[in-house]
């Protein structure tokens, strides 16, 4: 799919510092020190998690998690409410907030588990690849590939990693 950007979960040292870019990118202000100051709190919509345990930390595997845009998305059949829209066979899954009634539905049948709740739960939270923040297109670099230091990002182009992020610990 255009647009769509792949991990590569050997290089994430789970930093999180694509949350918090995530996160800064779902804010008002786009600005890391007054987004920590906003109400209600931004929420990313990538989530690092341990998806391979071991006794040794350094055997330990992470990986950033977010929508995979599935062609045949099993959240937009099940939603009662066509809050969920796939845009195209090529395009992402988006949801339209104010339809959402938050049943929850989208989130059992997710297969990867990368639906979230807004503070409030009265509506879901999901990657939308940034969509609605580059004149209405899919972009090719979106916010996550921008900050990693590793990078375990990339996009459909190739492209990704790039620009250290000031606060991350391997830049
Ligand atoms: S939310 Fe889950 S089921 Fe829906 S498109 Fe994304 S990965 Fe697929
Ligand atoms: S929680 Fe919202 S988006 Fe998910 S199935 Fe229910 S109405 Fe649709």
């Known amino acids: 799919m255009e647009g769509n950007i792949f991990i590569d979960p050997e290089r994430c040292l789970a930093c999180k510092s694509c949350e918090l870019a995530c996160a800064v990118e779902q804010s008002k202000s786009k600005v890391l020190f007054q987004a920590i100051f906003e109400e209600p709190r931004p929420q990313p919509l990538v989530k690092v998690e341990l998806v391979r345990e071991a006794p ?6 992470t ?3 977010q929508c995979r845009h599935c062609e045949d998305a099993p959240c937009v059949t099940v939603c009662p409410t066509s809050a969920l829209e796939k845009q195209g ?3 992402p899954v988006l949801v339209r907030e104010e339809l959402c009634i938050g049943c929850k539905w989208c ?3 997710c297969p990867f588990g990368v639906i979230g709740l807004r503070r409030d739960g009265k509506a879901i939270i999901k990657c939308d690849l940034c969509f609605e923040r580059e004149g209405g297109q899919p972009v090719w670099r979106p916010a996550p590939l921008r900050p ?3 990078p375990p990002w990339r996009n ?3 492209r990704g990693g ?3 992020w000031p606060i991350c610990s391997a830049a």
């Open 56 to 61: 040794i930390a350094l055997e330990r595997l």
């Open 63 to 65: 990986s950033p998690l």
């Open 89 to 91: 066979i090529e395009g």
């Open 107 to 109: 989130v059992l049948v």
């Open 148 to 150: 990693c230091a590793s």
């Open 156 to 158: 459909s182009a190739g």
């Open 162 to 164: 790039g620009r250290p």
